[in-house]
């Protein structure tokens, strides 16, 4: 070992309450190949991710390369000599790009240039077996693939030090095997290169050079495997890891003992022939056929997708096969089949209980479910609180337990109702060593004891090797099945892990590749600051995503296009239609006269009289009249003589907008009658004194479309462009691969405006689409010049994408993103921006707003050449404001945006 | 179907919702802080308009004109020059410009019948029509008074007895306050189910479910009654205490009949909710897709403007909307006191569409199962 290339001083972690990292000190040797070992949730993934400089160092000090990685400035300078695979199945690889436009991402990230990159790339497709796949997207790889492509992302730019989180969890053993081979070699082409890995199988971490093992965030042992097997005094890493353990960890361990499976009776409990299901043209399960016994445990060995979960759902009746046939205990399987879902219990992969009902209540919900005797069922839930040890949890939430507790609970409500048979789903991935031999133990005791079948898919080969019988299988196929002895003694090797790897590679007819380690090209310190490529090639990225995800993009076009319609219609403000009856108690002439002259007017619609008062309420009442008009006995002769009378008019309330314009209506007809009255009779009256001539400017037909139209646009350009940008880069956050921006030289304001420009583009096709439909579909002209109001467009989506990138800052889930965006656009661009109501005519903090939101802006060049015929040399103030306002957002953002998880 | 596992299922939903301290906040503001906010920020139809006057005659009457805006229908005028007026409209500062021409008092006392100019910015629709209204009966209650003082003016014989039944001085905040819970029950009934189905969907708990003896149609009942039993004691809270009593709004019908409204509606839109639960993939499409779906079920119900006025076909379309008809139910209940006799058709097209919504949610529920799982 030659020196250390990182240093942990005293260093603590937490997020939140809960310790992740206590007060660990630690030294990583330089140059060779250094495994940190335990379960999940110890403190491995921490580590690595405050050793890669992806999260903040919150206590103690961190060195790498020879500097303190809580220094921006340290970190710039050697995050191109570090490379970073986070814990997940390509995890920070974007599924919808291809295997090379992934890789060619990253090497434009780190500022290579063309030719560079294809040379790169070819070398590393090539040594990792995955060039006849270059066009195949990401998301359609298997586990093992992703895990090469994520490789060679990470290798692009000959880095100093690998971290490698998990690299093959999840994956089979041929894939594994050949992915530490492809390290291997890479490494004997790189002597210099340190590689550091988390890793949760102890077989693998037995052929590292030096290990450190954790638990409960703290460091239990280091050295060689040798060494720590010798300190232990154990012959498998997994024994020395539960030797390491505290003693409290312990107590009660031991090794777990299998009886074997004696069989009685012949019966199946469980049949599968031909089993098939189909996703369109993949076939997730092909043809599996197998025979499991009443009272064994029958184990399903395989890679993450390949097929054990489908085939158990199948099983379940959750899907329904596409081919073949399933019978539980004789009958075939039918969803619809209540009787048969009280024999089976269910344990699906991952937790799968409500994480909001305590261990007592779901207990009690299953048991009630399943329609056990409310008498028996408190007994019952005690009962199994006991047998799975969990007493003393009864009122605990189950997502505050550790795993192996949760995995204990799922198991007792798979139990509660005695099922004949157990499914159980990966029942222990990332549970620790001893939380693991616990479950098998009760496993065991039940198969044994109780004799319930138990079904169960792994894929850790210790596991397996407990079963009855297994089955391996690979790409939906069952390649072989047998106990797990004689499979190993048919192939002649020493354990179950090669015996399955031989299979595979008959089954695969693939030869591990022995393509030579790409060559080492001269590197070169990629820019400092800010650097246009690095930037084009997010917005490269963003915009192939777009391209390739039709539910954002057709909404992203489509939703705007609806919106608009909508609005457009539903803001009317026209009050048209409306409907009137009268009722007339005179009925002569005049009054008739009066009733004509405003159902002649336009606004309004005649209904049948009125009989009563009691005919009037109740037509008012449910709505059929908006405006009823009484009409007093003797009317006629009283204009007629000039004795002063009066006309009822009573107007409909419920909608006071509504009822203002109707006052006016009526208010101006009542006039226009007087006035013909007098014009005939040729009385003076006061309209007679002088006139008003009302010029209703821009808008000569006063047409609520001409007046909206201009103002929809504003809305739904600052709504659908702030959401998409703030959805875009929250999205990174929540599938992950915001990590890539935080390990990689791009700077905030790269990777900002980056993310911004492809929106940017999207909001001008928006924009060009609603200016066509107000043209057309809406006949509203625009009277002013196009290129002004489309270079205003362009400030304006500058700010709204810009204020999508403020919201990202601090939103954390793709649902807050889209509520919190729609809270801060909407409102102030609806209510506060002079869309329905002046901004002079706002009050108070919604006044303030008004003056300085973009939407006030747009919207007064939106009105102006849409209905005013204004150009550019009249409206500077607006675009003043409009211009200043998307820089500023952006240095807000960057101000904010961190670049690291904290 | 065993109502047994129905019951089990709803408390299990109950029992969740109490735990997401998110929903709770949600429900909370949507139901307290949203209506009172909705209410008192809605400005009267024509509130501090902008008014310039450009006044070429300079004559005691007027000055007597210009003395007559005031808030808070009006800001107070400016006195701009003719040369001014269209720069000022162009620029949108001004919503209204009066002209009074030269000589304007003396040639009216002369009867010689001057006419005063009102321009009208007319694209700010909500203030032009409303607004041209007062300004004219402002100026010709001055003039005519002005005018008293020098001859007799003839009354007009007919009087017109003008009243707003329902809501006599119409008070937008009466308005405001009752659609905004009618809004605020058809997104949270929709949000609730919707997301609730989701959530299970994502924590995988729904696979939990269907390997249980429960049935779809258990599941989608549960989640129904539960839903509807949240967002109804919800609406009774805020229409008593809200609405009644810090907003003090008279309410002219029965509560109880407008909630049992309510709860048909609901029933409708969690139906609705739970749809889209199975079309969506996840939440950001749940919650894209909402947009969508909220909008014009809320801007197109006659909630927001009078369904009179929108275009025929889109009255048609409407008319499948449960929104639609619960406004009407709203409104009627609410505002004109009406009883059972007179909404009962509201009642039967919300059963209906409601009856429609939850057979295609439960199809659908049914079939997307198995990808769901």
């Known amino acids: 070992m030659n020196g250390v290339i990182g240093r942990l001083d005293a260093v603590g972690l937490r997020y939140g309450k809960a310790v992740a990292l206590d007060d660990v000190t630690l030294d990583l040797p330089a140059g060779c190949m250094a495994g940190v070992i335990g379960p999940d949730g110890v403190g491995k993934s921490s580590l690595l991710a405050l050793v890669s400089g992806a999260r903040a160092v919150q206590a103690g000090r961190v060195t790498v390369l020879g500097g303190d990685m809580g220094d921006a400035l340290h970190r710039d300078a050697v995050g191109p000599r570090i490379a970073y695979m986070p814990q997940g199945l390509g995890r920070n690889l974007y599924p919808t790009l291809s295997v090379f436009e992934n890789i060619d991402f990253f090497g434009r990230l780190f500022g290579q240039d063309r030719a560079e990159r294809e040379a790169r790339i070819a070398s590393l497709v090539a040594a990792t077996g995955l060039a006849p796949f270059v066009d195949r997207p990401a998301g359609k790889l298997s586990g093992g693939m992703k895990q090469k492509l994520s490789l060679c992302c990470a290798l692009v730019h000959d880095p100093e030090l690998l971290i490698l989180d998990e690299p093959t969890t999840g994956v089979d053993p041929l894939s594994r095997r050949q992915f530490w081979e492809l390290i291997a070699r890479i490494r004997a082409g790189r002597p210099g290169m340190s590689v550091l890995v988390a890793t949760a199988y102890m077989e693998e971490a037995a052929r590292f050079d030096w290990l450190a093992a954790m638990d409960g965030g703290k460091v239990l042992a280091t050295g060689s495997p040798a060494e720590i097997l010798a300190r232990t005094g154990t012959t498998t890493l997994e024994a020395a890891f539960v030797a390491l353990l505290p003693e409290a960890r312990r107590a009660g361990h031991h090794p777990v003992h299998i009886q074997p499976f004696e069989d009685g009776q012949g019966e199946a409990a469980i049949e599968a022939r031909g089993l098939t299901m189909r996703f369109g043209d993949f076939t997730a399960v092909d043809h599996v056929s197998f025979r499991i016994r009443r009272g064994e445990i029958f184990g399903f060995l395989g890679s993450n997708g390949c097929g054990k979960t489908t085939t158990m759902k199948m099983l379940t009746g959750l899907l329904p096969a596409s081919e073949g046939e399933a019978f ?18 269910y344990m699906s992969q991952g937790f799968s209980l409500y994480g909001e009902l305590t261990v007592h209540q779901n207990l009690d919900l299953h048991a009630r479910l399943f329609g056990l005797p409310s008498a028996t069922i408190p007994g019952r839930v005690a009962e199994m609180a006991r047998r799975f040890d969990l007493t003393a949890i009864m009122d605990a939430l189950p997502d505050a337990l550790p795993l192996g507790q949760r995995q204990r609970l799922s198991l007792a409500v798979a139990m509660i109702h005695g099922p004949e048979m157990l499914i159980l789903d990966e029942p222990t991935s990332g549970v620790d060593p001893v939380a693991r031999d616990d479950f098998w133990r009760i496993l065991i005791e039940l198969a044994r004891r109780d004799r319930v079948t138990i079904f169960i898919s792994t894929h850790f080969m210790n596991e397996a090797e407990r079963c009855d019988r297994i089955s391996l299988m690979h790409a939906g196929r069952v390649l072989v099945s047998d106990t797990p002895a004689a499979l190993v003694a048919r192939r002649g090797v020493a354990t179950l892990e090669d015996a399955f790897i031989r299979y595979l590679e008959d089954a695969t007819a693939q030869q591990a590749s022995v393509a030579t380690p790409p060559p080492i090209v001269a590197g070169h310190a990629p820019r400092r600051g800010f650097d246009p490529r690095r930037m084009l090639s997010y917005s490269r990225r963003e915009a192939i995503e777009l391209a390739r995800d039709p539910v954002r993009a057709t909404l992203a076009l489509l939703g705007s296009l609806i919106l608009m319609v909508i609005m457009g219609y539903g803001i009317t403000l026209d009050v048209e239609n409306l409907t009137f009856a009268v009722l007339d108690r005179d009925q002569t002439t005049v009054s008739r006269d009066y009733t004509l002259n405003v159902a002649g007017s336009r606004y309004f619609t005649e209904r049948a009289p009125i009989t009563d008062h009691a005919d009037l309420d109740r037509r008012m009442q449910s709505g059929e009249i908006t405006l009823a008009i009484e009409i007093p006995p003797g009317f006629g002769a009283d204009v007629a003589r000039g004795r002063p009378t009066a006309i009822g008019a009573w107007i409909d309330g419920a909608m006071p907008s509504r009822a203002q314009t109707i006052r006016g209506y009526v208010q101006a007809m009542h006039a226009q009658w007087l006035e013909q009255r007098a014009a005939r009779s040729s009385t003076p009256s006061a309209s007679a004194l002088f006139s008003i001539e009302t010029r209703y400017r821009y808008n000569p037909d006063v047409r609520s479309l001409v007046a909206m139209v201009p103002a929809v646009i504003p809305i739904l350009l600052m709504l659908i462009p702030a959401m998409l940008t703030a959805l875009s880069v929250v999205r990174e956050k929540e599938l992950g691969s915001i990590v890539n921006f935080y390990v990689t030289p791009v700077t905030r304001l790269e990777f900002l405006l980056g993310k911004q420009l492809p929106y940017l583009v999207l909001g001008m096709v928006n924009f060009l689409l609603m200016v066509g439909l107000a043209l057309t579909l809406f006949d509203v002209p625009l009277k002013g010049s196009f290129w002004t109001l489309a270079a205003a467009t362009l400030l304006y989506l500058g700010a709204a994408t810009a204020l999508g990138l403020l919201a990202s800052t601090f939103l954390k889930s793709q649902v807050a993103a889209t509520f919190g965006t729609a809270v801060m656009t909407i409102l102030p661009a609806v209510q506060f921006s002079g869309v329905i109501n002046p901004v002079s005519s706002i009050e108070g903090v919604g006044a303030l707003i008004g003056r300085i939101y973009p939407t006030a802006h747009y919207v007064t060049i939106a009105r102006g050449t849409f209905s005013k015929a204004l150009n550019f040399a009249d409206l500077h103030t607006p675009f003043l404001a409009l211009a200043l306002a998307g820089p500023v957002l952006i240095a807000l953002s960057a101000m904010l945006l961190r670049k690291q998880e904290r | 179907m065993r109502l047994a596992n129905v019951g089990n299922l709803g408390v299990k939903e109950l029992r969740s919702l109490l735990r997401d301290p998110i929903m709770l906040v949600l429900i909370a503001y949507s139901f307290t802080v949203a209506i009172y906010a909705a209410a008192t920020a809605v400005p009267e139809t024509l509130t501090r308009a902008a008014i310039a006057i450009v006044d070429e005659d300079r004559s005691p009457l007027s000055a007597r004109i210009a003395g007559a805006f005031y808030p808070p229908y009006f800001l107070p005028p400016v006195m701009i020059t003719a040369a001014e007026m269209d720069a000022r409209m162009d620029a949108g500062h001004d919503t209204f410009a009066i002209d009074i021409p030269p000589d304007f008092q003396r040639d009216m006392l002369a009867g010689r019948q001057p006419a005063i100019q009102l321009n009208v910015d007319a ?126 709004v008279p309410i002219q019908g029965s509560v109880p009949l407008f909630l049992a409204g309510a709860a048909v509606h609901v029933f409708a839109t969690t139906a609705m909710g739970i749809f889209l639960g199975t079309v969506a993939r996840s939440m950001p499409q749940f919650a894209l897709l909402l947009i969508l779906v909220l909008l014009p079920l809320e801007m197109l119900s006659g909630g927001t403007t009078p369904r009179e006025s929108m275009p025929v076909f889109v009255q048609v379309v409407m008319l499948a909307a449960p929104t639609t008809h619960f406004v009407m139910l709203a409104q009627g209940i609410l505002y004109r006191g009406a009883g059972f006799s007179v909404v009962w058709p509201q009642f039967v097209a919300l059963a209906g569409i409601g009856a429609v919504l939850f057979g295609v949610a439960l199809a659908r529920f049914r079939a997307t199962i198995g990808q769901m799982a």
């Open chain 2, 123 to 248: 694209t700010r629709m909500s203030q032009a029509f409303t607004g041209s209204g007062y300004i004219q009966t402002i100026i010709s209650d001055e003039v005519t008074a002005f005018a008293q003082r020098y001859r007799a003016v003839a009354t007009p014989a007919v009087d017109l007895a003008l009243r707003a039944r329902f809501n006599p001085v119409l008070e937008e905040a009466w308005f405001g306050a009752v659609m905004e819970v009618i809004n605020q029950i058809t997104m949270l009934s929709i949000v609730l189910a919707g997301a609730a189905l989701i959530r299970e969907r994502e924590h995988g708990t729904i696979e939990h479910l269907l390997v249980m003896p429960v049935t779809p149609l258990e599941i989608m009942l549960a989640k129904v009654w539960a839903m509807a039993l949240v967002v109804i004691v919800a609406t009774a809270v805020a229409i008593t205490v809200v609405v009644q009593g810090l907003l003090g």
């Open chain 1, 328 to 345: 539980l205990f004789g009958s075939p399987v039918d969803a619809t089949d209540i009787e048969t879902r009280r024999r089976v219990g």
